[in-house]
């Protein structure tokens, strides 16, 4: 099973990017990006269910960000819009075999992609 994360790079505050993380293998019962920035702790972006398609958001990226998944690709799809430099981090996706009620910890997740540089200057 491999994670591949994509699509990140370096843009100006207001830019838009899309950031890309296929599956293969199998499918997953939910998706999820955290982001690290340099010098801090790892945190929740957004999750999707792959059934459904229910998302959810952390708080600082609500209105901005929009997780998406393709089912025929196996993949799951970050579209951020109005980046921040705040943003810059490394963006990582992960997939959990099980169904959570709640998919913000980190510890659910089984599977972790390597990781995609955004970097937002201002």
């Known amino acids: 099973v491999q994670l591949q994360a994509s699509g990140g790079g370096l843009v100006q505050a207001g830019d838009s990017l899309r950031l890309s993380c296929a599956a293969s293998g199998r499918t997953f019962s939910s998706y999820a990006w955290f982001r690290q920035a340099p010098g801090k702790e790892r945190e929740f972006v957004a999750a999707?269910?792959?059934?459904?398609?229910?998302?959810y958001y952390a708080e600082f990226v609500k209105g901005r960000f929009t997780i998406s998944r393709d089912n025929a690709k196996n993949t799951v799809y970050l579209q951020m819009n109005s980046l921040k430099p705040e943003d810059t981090a490394v963006y990582i996706c992960a997939a959990a075999t099980y169904y959570h009620d709640s998919l913000h910890q980190e510890f659910k997740y089984d599977y972790w992609g390597q990781g995609t540089l955004v970097t937002v200057s201002s």
């Open positions: 999707i269910r792959w059934r459904g398609g229910s998302t």
